[in-house]
C-alpha cells in the first residue's frame, strides 16, 4: 500500500508540474517584449530647482506602473561614440565638492500608469556654483522596460547597451527639450 500511495503521490506531482497557469504575459500571448526609449535634454538652474521633468503623456506613452524606468546621463561623447552611465551617477569634482545626477517617477495609482519623471540633481554642494558642464545642455536617455522583459531576458539593466542591443527595445525618435523657466 505504501508504494502504492507513493506512486499515485508522484505522479500527482508530476501532473501539477505539467500543468500551466492562466495568467497572460507577453510570453503567454506570443507579444514580443517592447520597450521604449526617449532622449531629452536641458538646463539644471535654480529656476528649475536643478530639477528636469519628463512627461510621458506629452510625449505620447503612458508606461505602466509595473514597468521598470531606466535613466541614463550622456557622459561623453568621443570620435562619434557616446558614452552613456546609468542613474544614480555620482560626481567627484577636484575641488572635493560632490553631487549625484539621480532620478524618480511618479504614478498614478487609480490608472495603474506613471505620469512623469524627474532628473535632478542632488547632494549637500551649491549647485549654483557648479561647473556650467555640468548644468547646461545634459542629455538624459530614458528606457521604459516592460517588467516581464527583464525577468524574461539575460540584459544588464545598468548597461544601456545590454538593454538597447536585445532587441526588444524600441528607440523613439523624440527629441524633447526641456523648456528654460
Known sequence: ???????????????????????DSPNDTGEDFIGTTFEFYGDFNQDNNFQLIFDFQSAGFLPYESDVI???????SNEGNDYWRSLPQPVY???????TYNFDFGSNINEGRILDMSVFIDGFADFNSLPPA????????IVVVPSDFLNAADINPSDIESILNSGKI????????????
Open 93 to 99: 569634482l577636484e575641488d572635493g565638492r560632490s553631487f
Open 134 to 141: 555640468f548644468t547646461e545642455n545634459q542629455t538624459f536617455r
Open 70 to 76: 531606466l535613466a541614463y546621463i550622456l557622459w561623453e
Open 1 to 23: 500500500m505504501k508504494k502504492q500511495f507513493t506512486f499515485l503521490f508522484s505522479l500527482f506531482i508530476l501532473f501539477l508540474a505539467s500543468c500551466e497557469d492562466d495568467v
Open 170 to 181: 524600441k528607440m523613439n525618435e523624440l527629441d524633447i527639450q526641456i523648456p528654460k523657466l
